[in-house]
């Protein structure tokens, strides 16, 4: 449903960061780090570039609190 909406929405940037999240919830990291990738775009494509490095941020957070959350067998 979310996914759909942000193919109808594209511009609506917390319909996105909210599928990131859930996507991080559901274990699907690739597709939210592509959510937030895009979210990163907008922002500079908008001159934000502080709003690009607080979405660069979330994904390097993200991967390293699931890096210290997966078994060491991962």
């Not at 511009?11 to 599928?19: A, F, K, T, V």
């Not at 494509?45 to 210290?68: D, E, H, P, W």
């Amino acid at each position: 449903f979310m996914e759909e909406l942000i193919r109808v929405h594209p511009q609506h940037s917390e319909l996105r960061n909210r599928l990131a999240e859930l996507y991080i919830q559901d274990g699907k990291i690739e597709k939210a780090v592509e959510q937030f990738d895009a979210l990163a775009d907008e922002c500079l494509k908008a001159n934000n570039r502080f709003g690009a490095i607080s979405m660069v941020q979330k994904i390097t957070l993200k991967a390293v609190i699931l890096k210290l959350c997966l078994p060491k067998s991962f």
